[in-house]
């Protein structure tokens, strides 16, 4: 099929459309750059060679009734358009993937399965309280924010009730998707809040177990299966499935619809509880993956598994821009996930709600000083002043604060208590990536097995033979952090556990150490050949 659009075309002289998202029954979505206000956003519009200028009036209708939505689980309607030959809408752009795309098989763990699920329980419950029902719950109507790991529920059937379009639309969805559908929408194209509760089972069982309940795809096959029947439960498949989520999810899979469970709400009661039973790490949908960034499926492979990205807000005086740009390039590099205003604020957005927004989401905030930064009074400058009140004013524990000196200054007195860096020292930035790893140790352990098997003093000592002088003890435990993390730190306290194995080593001979200088000895070299590393 020939698209409606193409890349680069300007739609309404400020929409630039970039590339084709994905086209459903009567529709296509595209992504699109806001020129006016600097942002992405989505662009739906109709195919208007299979429908009625009537009904492309009615998609509009449903567009605006969609958009009185306002929850952070639905993703947004921000304007509708229209012209001779098309209506479209301009939505939400959400960076992320949807459930669809990840790979197939893989069972989301436990307590994040259950965060998502809750979240969207909570949109469509409030969906439903404002007289809409979605009629499309699949995983490809549910996408997971990159940065957040969020989930938002998108993909309304905004057609709805409105002449042959919702024929139409119901008809090729039904095709495309059977196996989500209720057995009264396949046979009676009839959708109602009890359907979207069947579909919201049929997600929630492939959420967890990493497989459909009925196996059959065709439709009279499909329909025939959850017509008469119940499929078997989630926790025969996966062990770890608590009865009572086992059991809401069943009571979804009723074929009739007066047996189901009567209401979100009551799905969203038996969610917190486990929530609180099962608290749900946080992950991240990697921009360019398949799978959810700290695991994967149990009968898969091990490939490219990295735990969350450590969130790190950098705050600065505007003369000191050049050198936190270096450092946010730098840590980006290494593997962080750090905020700048100058990368990541688009024109036109508000500073201090974005500014404050970004400290609230962020997990250390590193606060660069120098002689610029700090007045002769002792206050520093107003984007440093906002992010220590916003960090202060979350709970204990929750936002760590790192000073870090780019040259000899003061420190102001609300960062006196805390210990700093000295950026300008030799062993500045590697102790920095130090107290940043053990953040992000206590932060996002690693996945229950994930831990790397226990490695030989004679691996950490080949590790340093490669080396053929002294090298700087920081410098080198970073470079081996990747390699015998899990086993040299403890999450909880990493600097105790790497220092008593330090201690061993030097008392056996086998390095030396002097002053922050680290080599290893003919002893160590000895020790190497005896294990043949």
């Keep these: 099929m020939r ?67 306002k929850h952070p689980g639905i993703s947004a309607i921000y304007d509708v358009g229209r012209d001779s030959d098309y209506r479209f809408i301009i939505m939400e752009y959400v960076e992320g993937r949807t459930l669809s795309q990840f790979e197939k098989g893989i069972e989301f763990p436990l307590g994040y399965g259950i965060r998502i699920a809750l979240q969207v329980c909570k949109a469509l419950l409030y969906a439903h309280q404002n007289g809409i029902v979605h009629r499309d719950i699949r995983p490809h109507n549910i996408l997971i924010e990159s940065y957040s790991g969020d989930a938002k529920l998108t993909g309304f059937d905004i057609a709805e009730n409105f002449g042959s379009l919702s024929r139409i639309a119901g008809a090729a969805q039904i095709l495309s998707s059977p196996a989500y559908k209720a057995p009264e929408q396949i046979a009676e194209r009839a959708s109602s809040p009890q359907s979207d509760i069947y579909s919201l089972g049929i997600t929630l069982y492939e959420l967890f177990t990493g497989r459909l309940p009925f196996q059959k795809q065709d439709v009279p096959s499909s329909f025939e299966d959850r017509s008469i029947q119940l499929p078997k ?14 059991d809401i999810i069943i009571k979804m899979l009723q074929p009739d619809p007066a047996n189901r469970i009567g209401s979100i709400s009551e799905i969203i009661t038996i969610l917190e509880e486990l929530s609180e039973e ?9 921009e360019q993956s398949s799978k959810i960034e700290g695991f994967m499926a149990k009968d898969k492979p091990r490939r490219d598994i990295q735990r969350p990205r450590l969130k790190v807000f950098l705050c600065h005086a505007i003369e000191d821009k050049t050198i936190a740009r270096e450092h946010y390039v730098r840590l980006k590099k290494d593997g ?33 000083l120098s002689q610029n930064s700090v007045t002769k009074t002792g206050y520093v400058q107003k984007e440093i002043r906002l992010a220590i009140d916003v960090a202060e004013e979350r709970p204990d524990g929750t936002t760590f ?53 226990p490695n030989t003093m004679a691996q950490f000592l080949a590790k340093l033979a490669k080396h053929k002088k002294s090298i ?18 403890d999450p909880a306290d990493p600097w105790e556990d790497i220092d008593d194995y330090l201690s061993i080593l030097k008392e056996r001979g086998l390095i030396e150490i002097a002053g922050e200088k680290i080599s290893i000895t003919k002893s160590g070299l000895k020790y190497i050949q005896q294990y043949n590393v």
Excluded: M
């Design 233 to 246: 439960p989630p926790n025969n498949f996966r062990g770890d499935i608590p009865p009572k989520l086992s």
């Design 472 to 489: 700087s003890l920081w410098e080198f435990l970073e470079s081996v952090r990747s390699d015998f993390y899990f086993t040299l730190w």
């Design 3 to 69: 698209n409606i659009w193409q890349p680069n075309e300007k739609i309404e002289g400020r929409y630039s459309l970039v590339h084709l998202i994905g086209r459903g029954g009567v529709s296509e979505v595209w992504l699109a750059v806001d020129t006016l206000l600097q942002r992405k956003v989505a662009i739906k519009t109709v195919v208007s060679s299979q429908v009625s200028g009537e009904d492309l009036d009615g998609f509009l209708q449903g567009a605006q009734l969609i958009a009185k939505l």
């Design 401 to 453: 604060i790192i000073p870090v000196r780019l040259e000899n200054c003061d420190v102001p007195d609300r960062l006196r208590r805390l210990h700093w860096v000295d950026l300008f020292t030799e062993n500045g930035y590697p102790r920095l990536v130090l107290a940043l790893k053990r953040r992000e140790a206590q932060l996002y352990p690693p996945p229950q097995g994930d831990a790397k098997k």
């Design 278 to 286: 099962f608290p749900a790490i946080r992950y991240e949908v990697g």
């Design 336 to 368: 962080f996930a750090p905020w700048l205003d100058e990368e990541d604020l688009l024109p036109g957005q508000d500073w201090d709600f974005e500014v404050r927004r970004a400290v609230k989401a962020t997990d250390i905030v590193i606060i660069f």
